[in-house]
Structure formats: C-alpha cells, structure tokens
C-alpha cells in the first residue's frame, strides 16, 4: 500500500506540504525571527522587504510570523479535535455494525440525537456560553461531528461484516477481534480516510470562519481567519495583506484533499486496476 | 459424524413493539457420516442459507441443536480444524485486500504454523492440488477468474485439514464448463483427502453426479430424503416435479 | 429485407486498446429467436448492448447495425432513445436490480407503458395482468400493489419479461435472464416464452452461457469466444453436430453431468 502511495505524484507533493506545515507549526519558536504579537506601530504596512518577508501588518507586527504560528491553531488544533472525533465515531460505529441487534438501536438514536443539532448553531451556543474561543468551537465540532462519522462508518461496518470472508473467518474459529482488525478494519479505513480528510477541510475552514466573524480565537493570537479579518478592513488599500493567510488556507485544504484521493486509490488494489479494465481471464483450466 | 437436528429456527421481527415470529425451518433432523457427500437440493426462498449458517455453527436454531461427534457446533473449539466453508460469491469470499499468498497464509498460521518457509511451500503445494500454478500466489481476488477464485476458496477451504466441508451454491455462479471442472476437482480431493461434503446447490442433476445422498428441502422442511438411485423410482411428487423440469440437452 | 442486420460488428476499449469484439456478422428475421452463448468474457453481452446503444462511453464502436432498415449506430440519441423501449425491449440479468426500490411495482410498470404505448389505464393494468398469467405469477393484483423488496429475485425477473412483453416491441434481446432463477422457475418462464413467441411476432435474442436453455427456446444458435463468432446455424446443425472444436467442447462438458443423470433416471445405476 505504502508503495502505491508513494507512486502518486500527487500524493507525495500533497504529504510533503502538510508535513511542511506541521513542522512549521510545531517549530514556530525556533524559526521565526520575530515574536507573532510584537508591536511595531512606526513599521505598520511596511511592504516586503530582506527584514519583513511577507511584510508587516496594520500593528507593525511581522506577517509571516504570524502566518507560521497561525498554523498552530488553524492545524493542530483542528487534528487533535478531528482525531478525537473520528476515534469516537469509529469505536461506535464498529460496535454498532458488528454487534447490530439492541446495541446498535441505542448508539443509533443517541446519533440521531446529536445530529438534529446544526454545528454552526451548537459552536454559537457554546460561545455564548463560555465565551469565544478556538478550545470551544473545537469542543462543538467533536460534539456533533462523531455522529456523523459513527453513522458512516456503521454503514460501512454492516456491509464489510455480511461478506463471506468474514463468514469463513468466524466458520474456522477466529476471535472477533481479529476478525474487525483484519477483516474489517482496513477495508472501512479507506471510507474512514476519505470522510476525515474532508472534514479535516470543512473544519479548517470553519475555524477561520469563525475567527473571520471575531468569534474564534481571541486576539491578538495569531490565526489565518484573524488574519483575512484584520486585511479586511485595508482590503482596497493593502490587498497584499490578505493574500497570506488566504493563499495558506487554500494550499492546505487543497493538499489534503488530494491526500484523501489519493489514500483511497492506494488503500484498494482493485481501483487502479480499474482504471484500465482488466478484462477478466477465462478459467479454462485443464486439471 | 454430523448431527442435525433443528427443530425451530424463526425469523423474528419487532414492529412496533409487537413481535412477529416467521418461522424459517422446522424439524430438520438429518445425520452427515463421515466420508460421505450429504446433498441438500432446495430452491431459493426454502432456508438453505439458514440451514448452511446453522450447520457451521455461525448461528443457532432456536429449538434443536447441531452436534458434530457429540458436541454442539456453535462452541469454538469443537469446529476447530473440523470444519470448513466454500460459498457461492467468490468475489465476495476473497478478502479484496489480501493476496491469495496472504490469505492462506492467514488460515495457516491461525492453526499454528509459522515457520515461513513451511508456509509458501505448503501455499503452493496446496495451490497444485486445486489445479493453479505458484504464479497465482500473488494476484489479487480481482484480478482471478470466477474458476479461479473458486479454486482460491477450495485450497483455502482443506488448509486446516478438515473433515466436513460444506459447499453452499459453491459452483451455481459459474460458467457450466467451468462447474463441471470444479466438480471434478472435488470429487478428486474428497478421493485423496477422505472428505465429506455437504453439498448445497438447487441443480438436482449436479447434486446426482456428486452426491451419495440427498434431501430435498422444501420450506423449510425436509420434504423426503433418499439416495440418487432412488430417484428413479421416486413417487414424491415434488421430487417428480424437480426431475421433470430440469433441462436436458 | 431482415428485421435486423448487424454487420462487421468491431467494438474496441478506447481506454486499453483492446479489441473486446471482431467483426461480428449476423441477421435476424421477424419472429426468429436467436440464441448466443458463450462464457463470461467472450463479448456477448456488450454486442447486444451496442445494438442498443447502452454501451459505456469508452467502448468504441464500429460497423453497422440496421434495424427495421435505419442504421442504429447513425442515428442520434434522441431517436435512438425513442427507438429502445418501443421496438427494442431488453431483458437484464438481475431482475431484482431493475426495480426502484422506493416505489410499487406496478407504478414503476405503468410508467413505462404509459411512455410508450398510448393504451389507457385500463388497458394497460388487463395487458400487464394478462402476460402475469403466462408467467405463472399468482394473484397479479397483489404484486402490482407490492414494493420490490416484497417480492423473492424469482418474482421481479419474471416482471421485467412481462414488461418487456407488454411493450410489445419488435425485438426482445434478453441477457441471461433465466440465469439467476430455480430450475421450476426457470423451466415455467423458459416454457412461457415458448408460449408467447407462438402468439406475438416478435424476434427474440437470448443470451445464456447454458447450452440446455438455448435449445429450448431458440432456432438459430451463434457461439461466441473471446469475442469472436466461432460458428453458428440452427440449432440442429450446431448443438447435435457441431464442426468447432469450441463448441464440442461446451456439449461435452455439459452432457458428462447430463448423461449421469438420465443414466440414473434410467435406472441404470439402481443398486
């Protein structure tokens, strides 16, 4: 699988931009060579020059410090809380399509439940409550995106556990945990890839959104949505200023999602083959 | 020896808090004795599946029991190397991921084997008596054909050396030149590796060729039982009628 | 002047060069049933949907198919479209995929007459009902009013041939379409074609891989390999005295289960 993936051009320009950025993100300290809230009001606007490589903001403050620690919250963050999210509904959604029966019914209705709330409406309610910040909007994107991926997954639980090689699995006697780790397990793991690295889109996407509105992160922490906020309003004046954070946005959601399309072609044998139609052998076999 | 006997097996469904029992089978009482091909002949919609899931101990009647040598079938350890399966969708009964080295390999080290060495040379020994070559060692289930898939299924069925196998619609989704070399294979391992089948199929005139005995299931339930001799004189009448309408060149 | 003429029938995949179909050459006349068998892969089924134009977009194909004299492979598809449906009605291997499984049954029907035949709701329900009956489908009624799930693969495939029928097109080309079924069943629908092609003049093109199926309703027989004609003629040339090796191969492999059995039907083995 490893080998199939790393075949695709695609893929591989795709991991090493995210790994780019996840490095950026984690080495932000190090690498920067200002501090993302110093205040420089004398320099504000400064255009791009050997000192400010992407030039400085309405504060004097470096644009492209900030940028690189802006990857913290609109990145790392939004892992954490995809992970999270994903692992929830993945566990349910396994224990619902392999033990079907009075299991499934009860983790199918508390889905149900979750998903009649909105998830934009459900981030807006825990501001009001606690106040605005990425830590809450994060908490509101697990809370109604598990559902969602449980139902998913489920779906594709219940298909994969019908077939016949899960059926002779369990004819010779093999545990049901090695019958979901082996049998099950990697063929869902191409639906699961592909749901979260959409959702990993969705969700950066809501982040800045939410950052853009004033309701994410709180200033002066730096993050790609507070960013475009801030060029907002110096739009027709310093456009330069919003073409950072926006050409960073969209650089990283579009690489995951040629990742995603590229780990399902890899994850499933049968897709490339596909693509070129194979015709199917006779067996004419002299035995 | 095989023993089965299920008295009740239902279909429930709850509506609305109310339950509906459908009863799928009912008194289904027969012996499979070793080294013998059982043939169970039924049309679709008459349980067979049912029954094919109860004999291999993946589900239990409700009323009656499945018992090989004694013990009940459902447990573990009683159908551990005992066994096996070989179903009708040989697409689906190929894990789609897994080579077909990697899927006898999978069976092989379930019973115990490790050493691997021991494990390509048996893969490819096993590969010979179903009739593939060792290039067939690294395809994937897509890339076979429905023969071949189904001789894949068979090698992978008598890995663990079992003593009862048990064919479900195993040749019905294949071309008819190509069932009667699979039919021909089985009769040659049942030969060498003393096997007993149970042989479900609704093609009375395949379950003749390789059956010593047969039961024909209708609804649910046993509808007569007799050898393949027997047929000739049969008076029961759906017998008659399975026998008038098959097709003969 | 035949019903339908396919000449030099080539269909190639664009995407991996390969030729699927060579030069396939047949004529069928009014009310003749063309029997094609072969294996899976030897081109069969995408011949008889290129007749229809119901080939994936990627197939190429070249050569001529005349229909009731216009050329099928010429015409736009618009026409094309109007042509499928009402003179061509195409019977499908899984009848139990046809069927949306969201709605009736017999809505699904009537809106399918209703498109191509101008017979009142009346009329179309005593037609529908009418062909029920040659099925061997009891209480026709209640299946109309039934939802596909409700009804055993058995049931919906001989649907699809009452709607095909009740079309009345002027060829019916049906792919494998008794394959999926039991042997009762199979011999019932097998024998209600034999029926039906008694009273309607329509021609008839079956598919099937079983040698026994095709002697039973068909008159002239074309053996189809890798995508080639290996022979054909009537039934009593090819399937009694076959010239290809090809062929004789299919008889014989068919006949050692076959003879087994009537030798044990016959009492010769009886102990």
Same mark, same amino acid.
């Given at each position: 699988m490893m080998k199939r993936l790393i075949n695709n051009k695609m893929a591989v320009v795709a991991i090493v931009i995210i790994a780019l950025y996840i490095v950026l993100g984690i080495a932000a300290p190090i690498i920067t060579p200002y501090h993302p809230n110093s205040i420089n009001v004398s320099n504000k606007y400064a255009n791009v020059s050997l000192q400010h490589l992407l030039g400085t903001d309405h504060l004097g403050r470096d644009i492209l410090t900030r940028l690189i620690y802006a990857i913290r919250p609109s990145l790392l963050y939004v892992f954490v809380a995809l992970f999270a999210s994903v692992s929830i509904g993945a566990t349910m959604g396994f224990i619902s399509g392999y033990m079907k029966g009075y299991v499934d019914v009860v983790i199918m209705r508390l889905c149900d439940i979750m998903l009649a709330f909105p998830s934009y409406v459900v981030a807006l309610a825990l501001i009001a409550l606690l106040g605005a910040g990425a830590e809450n909007i994060m908490l509101a994107f697990i809370l109604t995106r598990w559902a969602w991926f449980c139902r998913v997954i489920r779906t594709s639980v219940m298909q994969y556990t019908s077939s016949d090689h899960v059926k002779f699995a369990k004819v010779i006697g093999m545990k049901d945990s090695s019958i979901i780790r082996k049998h099950i397990f990697p063929l869902t793991l191409a639906d699961i890839a592909i749901i979260a690295s959409s959702s990993m889109c969705s969700m950066i996407l809501q982040i800045s959104g939410f950052s853009f509105l004033g309701l994410g992160v709180k200033a002066p922490t730096a993050e790609w949505g507070m960013m475009l906020n801030e060029a907002r309003k110096v739009m027709f004046t310093h456009p330069e200023m919003m073409f950072a954070p926006g050409i960073a946005i969209v650089i990283i959601v579009m690489s995951f999602n040629f990742l995603s399309d590229a780990l399902q072609v890899a994850l499933d044998p049968r897709i490339e083959s596909k693509k070129s139609m194979n015709p199917t052998k006779k067996g004419v076999m002299t035995s | 020896m095989l023993n089965v006997s299920v008295i009740e097996k239902s279909y429930k469904r709850t509506h609305f808090f109310r339950s509906q029992k459908k009863p799928i089978i009912r008194d289904v009482h027969f012996d499979c004795h070793l080294n013998k091909t059982l043939g169970i002949i $039924? =049309?679709? $919609?008459? $349980?067979?599946?049912?029954?094919?899931?109860? @004999?291999? $101990? @993946? =589900?239990k009647p409700d009323k009656g029991s499945v018992k090989l040598d004694g013990k009940p079938i459902h447990r573990r350890n009683t159908r551990e190397n005992q066994i096996s399966a070989v179903f009708q969708d040989y697409i689906s009964s190929l894990h789609p991921f897994h080579t077909v080295q990697k899927l006898l390999y999978e069976v092989m080290t379930f019973s115990g084997e490790v050493s691997k060495d021991s494990l390509k040379e048996k893969s490819i020994q096993l590969l010979k008596e179903v009739g593939l070559s060792a290039a067939y060692l690294d395809k994937y289930p897509h890339m076979l054909s429905g023969g071949e898939a189904q001789r894949v299924a068979i090698a992978r069925a008598i890995v663990l050396n079992p003593k009862y196998i048990i064919l479900d619609e195993a040749i019905s989704s294949l071309d008819m030149s190509i069932q009667t070399q699979i039919l021909d294979l089985l009769i040659r391992l049942r030969e060498s590796r003393e096997l007993s089948y149970i042989f479900i199929t609704h093609d009375i005139q395949v379950a003749t060729y390789i059956c010593d005995d047969l039961i024909i299931f209708k609804n649910g339930t046993i509808e007569t039982q007799m050898t393949p001799q027997e047929l000739y004189s049969t008076e029961n009448t759906y017998a008659r009628e399975l026998i008038d309408k098959q097709l003969s060149l | 002047m035949s019903l339908l003429s396919v000449k030099q029938l080539n269909i190639t995949d664009t995407h991996t060069h390969q030729q699927l179909v060579y030069g396939i050459h047949f004529q069928l006349e009014k009310g003749e049933t063309l029997g094609i068998i072969g294996e899976s892969g030897s081109g069969k089924t995408i011949t008889c949907r290129a007749i229809m134009g119901l080939n994936d977009p990627r197939l190429q194909v070249e050569g001529q198919i005349y229909f009731d004299g216009v050329d099928l492979l010429q015409l736009p598809n618009q026409l094309l479209r109007q042509r499928r449906g009402g003179d061509i009605a195409m019977i499908m291997q899984q009848g139990s995929r046809a069927f949306d499984p969201s709605s009736k049954v017999g809505k699904q029907m009537f809106e399918t007459m209703v498109m191509h035949t101008d017979l009142s709701k009346k009329s179309i329900e005593a037609?529908?009902?009418? %062909? &029920?009956?040659? *099925? !061997?489908?009891?209480?026709?009624?209640?299946?109309?009013?039934? %939802?596909?799930h409700m009804l055993s693969g058995g049931m919906l495939q001989r649907l699809m041939i009452v709607l095909a029928l009740a079309l009345k097109p002027k060829l019916i080309i049906a792919d494998e379409p008794t394959t999926a079924l039991d042997t009762i069943t199979q011999y019932d629908v097998l024998e209600a074609f034999s029926d039906i092609k008694k009273q309607v003049d329509c021609a008839i093109i079956f598919i099937s891989?079983?040698?026994? +199926?095709?002697? !039973?309703?068909?008159? !002239?027989? &074309? +053996? *189809?390999?890798?995508? &080639?004609?290996v022979e054909s003629g009537s039934i009593e040339a090819v399937l009694f005295s076959p010239h290809h090796d090809y062929t004789k191969y299919l008889l014989s492999t068919k006949q050692k289960i076959n003879h087994h059995f009537n030798a044990v039907m016959r009492g010769e083995y009886h102990a």
């Amino acid at each position: 699988m490893m080998k199939r993936l790393i075949n695709n051009k695609m893929a591989v320009v795709a991991i090493v931009i995210i790994a780019l950025y996840i490095v950026l993100g984690i080495a932000a300290p190090i690498i920067t060579p200002y501090h993302p809230n110093s205040i420089n009001v004398s320099n504000k606007y400064a255009n791009v020059s050997l000192q400010h490589l992407l030039g400085t903001d309405h504060l004097g403050r470096d644009i492209l410090t900030r940028l690189i620690y802006a990857i913290r919250p609109s990145l790392l963050y939004v892992f954490v809380a995809l992970f999270a999210s994903v692992s929830i509904g993945a566990t349910m959604g396994f224990i619902s399509g392999y033990m079907k029966g009075y299991v499934d019914v009860v983790i199918m209705r508390l889905c149900d439940i979750m998903l009649a709330f909105p998830s934009y409406v459900v981030a807006l309610a825990l501001i009001a409550l606690l106040g605005a910040g990425a830590e809450n909007i994060m908490l509101a994107f697990i809370l109604t995106r598990w559902a969602w991926f449980c139902r998913v997954i489920r779906t594709s639980v219940m298909q994969y556990t019908s077939s016949d090689h899960v059926k002779f699995a369990k004819v010779i006697g093999m545990k049901d945990s090695s019958i979901i780790r082996k049998h099950i397990f990697p063929l869902t793991l191409a639906d699961i890839a592909i749901i979260a690295s959409s959702s990993m889109c969705s969700m950066i996407l809501q982040i800045s959104g939410f950052s853009f509105l004033g309701l994410g992160v709180k200033a002066p922490t730096a993050e790609w949505g507070m960013m475009l906020n801030e060029a907002r309003k110096v739009m027709f004046t310093h456009p330069e200023m919003m073409f950072a954070p926006g050409i960073a946005i969209v650089i990283i959601v579009m690489s995951f999602n040629f990742l995603s399309d590229a780990l399902q072609v890899a994850l499933d044998p049968r897709i490339e083959s596909k693509k070129s139609m194979n015709p199917t052998k006779k067996g004419v076999m002299t035995s | 020896m095989l023993n089965v006997s299920v008295i009740e097996k239902s279909y429930k469904r709850t509506h609305f808090f109310r339950s509906q029992k459908k009863p799928i089978i009912r008194d289904v009482h027969f012996d499979c004795h070793l080294n013998k091909t059982l043939g169970i002949i $039924g =049309e679709s $919609g008459s $349980g067979k599946s049912t029954l094919a899931r109860m @004999i291999l $101990g @993946i =589900e239990k009647p409700d009323k009656g029991s499945v018992k090989l040598d004694g013990k009940p079938i459902h447990r573990r350890n009683t159908r551990e190397n005992q066994i096996s399966a070989v179903f009708q969708d040989y697409i689906s009964s190929l894990h789609p991921f897994h080579t077909v080295q990697k899927l006898l390999y999978e069976v092989m080290t379930f019973s115990g084997e490790v050493s691997k060495d021991s494990l390509k040379e048996k893969s490819i020994q096993l590969l010979k008596e179903v009739g593939l070559s060792a290039a067939y060692l690294d395809k994937y289930p897509h890339m076979l054909s429905g023969g071949e898939a189904q001789r894949v299924a068979i090698a992978r069925a008598i890995v663990l050396n079992p003593k009862y196998i048990i064919l479900d619609e195993a040749i019905s989704s294949l071309d008819m030149s190509i069932q009667t070399q699979i039919l021909d294979l089985l009769i040659r391992l049942r030969e060498s590796r003393e096997l007993s089948y149970i042989f479900i199929t609704h093609d009375i005139q395949v379950a003749t060729y390789i059956c010593d005995d047969l039961i024909i299931f209708k609804n649910g339930t046993i509808e007569t039982q007799m050898t393949p001799q027997e047929l000739y004189s049969t008076e029961n009448t759906y017998a008659r009628e399975l026998i008038d309408k098959q097709l003969s060149l | 002047m035949s019903l339908l003429s396919v000449k030099q029938l080539n269909i190639t995949d664009t995407h991996t060069h390969q030729q699927l179909v060579y030069g396939i050459h047949f004529q069928l006349e009014k009310g003749e049933t063309l029997g094609i068998i072969g294996e899976s892969g030897s081109g069969k089924t995408i011949t008889c949907r290129a007749i229809m134009g119901l080939n994936d977009p990627r197939l190429q194909v070249e050569g001529q198919i005349y229909f009731d004299g216009v050329d099928l492979l010429q015409l736009p598809n618009q026409l094309l479209r109007q042509r499928r449906g009402g003179d061509i009605a195409m019977i499908m291997q899984q009848g139990s995929r046809a069927f949306d499984p969201s709605s009736k049954v017999g809505k699904q029907m009537f809106e399918t007459m209703v498109m191509h035949t101008d017979l009142s709701k009346k009329s179309i329900e005593a037609e529908l009902i009418r %062909y &029920m009956n040659f *099925m !061997k489908l009891k209480e026709p009624k209640q299946i109309l009013q039934s %939802y596909p799930h409700m009804l055993s693969g058995g049931m919906l495939q001989r649907l699809m041939i009452v709607l095909a029928l009740a079309l009345k097109p002027k060829l019916i080309i049906a792919d494998e379409p008794t394959t999926a079924l039991d042997t009762i069943t199979q011999y019932d629908v097998l024998e209600a074609f034999s029926d039906i092609k008694k009273q309607v003049d329509c021609a008839i093109i079956f598919i099937s891989h079983d040698l026994a +199926v095709i002697n !039973k309703v068909a008159d !002239k027989v &074309m +053996v *189809m390999k890798a995508g &080639m004609c290996v022979e054909s003629g009537s039934i009593e040339a090819v399937l009694f005295s076959p010239h290809h090796d090809y062929t004789k191969y299919l008889l014989s492999t068919k006949q050692k289960i076959n003879h087994h059995f009537n030798a044990v039907m016959r009492g010769e083995y009886h102990a």
